[in-house]
């Protein structure tokens, strides 16, 4: 028998399903309530809910996007998030997949100041090089700001005050309010189609985030960035930053400050127009004066020509006669130079040189000549001094005055008389000769010695 009854889902088909609806018609969804069952494993995610009077939602938030969070939420804080609407199949839990977290209230308002000013970072609208000089010296002030504030009163006192020649026009505005951000878009139009302004102040006096943030709107930076008139960011108080500050070609901390930056000090430039006048008196007063001396001078230097040619004439005469003696002088001189090179010529002659040097040679040879003879004279005497000296130590003259040298058979001299024996054969050396002879008897003599 066939089942005709509609086909079942499993839980998990049916689980399925219902989050891939979820997940289609829920982009991204902003929810504010309060925390409630705030609980943190160690896995680093963040598991909490959100309630308010009569409902409840249970949110995740990962590791990976709670680490952004600075200050941890606590039981019942009022929090707004941004997520993802989905179920959580395996218990089939409703739940939001939360990807930012900030407190309820301001943090609204902060949150999309951080993300248009991202936003127009990237564009590029923040770069140094697309904004363009503030002129030095502005010929026509524009304002835009509202016209009953105290921004237009401290501008146009500063400006009274440093330059009242600068004209300035009014842009009026609202600048607080739902409706002030289309107000200021159309004001800094009008100053551009009116065209007489070369500087453009935008802002007004101080206040909340709620009451300064028309200055944070996408229109109103768009428009301060595609102004052609270099613009001048002048909102709140120093403390104040809004996204005009960035976007704008220069920032002032208040209207004032603006006034002060876009204007010149006229007491400074009155100064300076006096000192250059006073420069200028005395620089035309000294041309003046070297002129008419130059002229003066000019004036003493011309001469008669005639007058000039005759003295030229006589200078030429002067001229001569200066030459004609110097060529004189020259030839005197060349004549005298010449003698002392003739002389100096003859004194250097190979001939005689030649005799010089045959003369010197020949007094060389004799005093060489004399040398030897007196060096052998002086060695001959010296030879017979030397051979006196040695004959008188000599053993010969010893020998001459009667003495001899007496040796036994074995060569040996006699110095004892018990060295030989009677009957030994001696030998004795005189002056004359030698004598051998036979010893007869030995007599030992006993010589005392001298006290």
């Known amino acids: 028998m066939q089942d005709t009854r509609p086909r079942a889902l499993s839980v998990s088909e049916l689980n399925h399903q219902a989050r891939h609806l979820l997940e289609s018609s829920f982009m991204q969804v902003w929810v504010e309530g309060e925390l409630s069952g705030f609980s943190r494993p160690s896995s680093g995610h963040w598991y909490f809910s959100l309630k308010d009077r009569k409902c409840q939602v249970r949110c995740a938030m990962f590791r990976g996007m709670n680490q952004r969070?600075?200050?941890?939420?606590?039981?019942?804080?009022?929090i707004r998030i941004r997520g993802k609407v989905t179920l959580y199949e395996n218990?089939?839990?409703?739940?939001?997949?939360v990807e930012h977290l900030e407190p309820a209230g301001l943090g609204e308002l902060q949150q999309a100041f951080e993300e248009l000013k991202r936003k127009l970072l990237a564009e590029g609208l923040f770069e140094q090089?697309?904004?363009?000089?503030?002129?030095?010296l502005p010929r026509h002030i524009g304002v835009v700001t509202s016209p009953t504030g105290a921004a237009i009163h401290d501008i146009l006192t500063v400006l009274a005050r440093r330059c009242p020649a600068i004209p300035v026009t009014l842009y009026p505005t609202a600048v607080q309010g739902k409706a002030a951000t289309a107000e200021i878009v159309r004001a800094i139009a009008s100053a551009?189609?009116?065209g007489v302004a070369d500087v453009l102040i935008i802002g007004r006096g101080g206040g909340s985030l709620e009451d300064l943030w028309c200055f944070n709107e996408e229109a109103v930076a768009r428009a301060i960035a595609d102004c052609t008139i270099p613009t001048v960011s002048a909102v709140g108080h120093e403390v104040d930053v809004t996204i005009a500050d960035f976007v704008a070609d220069l920032r002032a901390p208040t209207p004032s400050a603006a006034a002060e930056k876009i204007s010149p000090d006229q007491s400074t430039w009155l100064k300076q127009l006096d000192e250059r006048g006073v420069r200028l008196a005395n620089a035309f007063n000294l041309n003046l004066k070297r002129l008419g001396t130059r002229l003066d001078h000019l004036a003493a230097r011309l001469r008669d020509p005639r007058r000039e040619l005759l003295e030229k004439a006589q200078r030429m005469d002067d001229l001569e006669l200066r030459l004609n003696k110097a060529i004189r002088q020259r030839l005197g001189s060349a004549g005298v130079t010449s003698e002392h090179l003739h002389q100096r010529l003859f004194m250097q002659s190979p001939r005689r040189q030649l005799v010089a040097g045959q003369e010197a040679v020949q007094r060389l040879g004799e005093r060489l000549t004399d040398a030897i003879g007196?060096?052998?004279?002086y060695r001959r005497r010296s030879l017979e001094h030397s051979a006196q000296t040695l004959h008188v130590v000599s053993p010969l003259a010893t020998l001459g005055r009667g003495y001899a040298i007496v040796r036994n058979g074995d060569g040996d001299i006699v110095r004892e008389a018990e060295e030989v024996a009677p009957g030994e054969r001696v030998s004795a050396?005189?002056?004359?000769?030698?004598?051998?002879?036979?010893?007869?008897s030995v007599k030992c003599m006993t010589t005392n010695p001298p006290d």
């Open 429 to 440: 050396r005189v002056a004359s000769g030698e004598i051998t002879a036979e010893v007869i």
């Open 91 to 97: 218990r089939g839990d409703f739940q939001i997949i």
């Open 192 to 194: 551009e189609h009116h």
């Open 374 to 377: 007196q060096s052998l004279k």
């Open 129 to 136: 090089a697309r904004k363009k000089p503030i002129p030095a």
């Open 69 to 78: 969070i600075r200050t941890l939420p606590k039981e019942g804080d009022q």
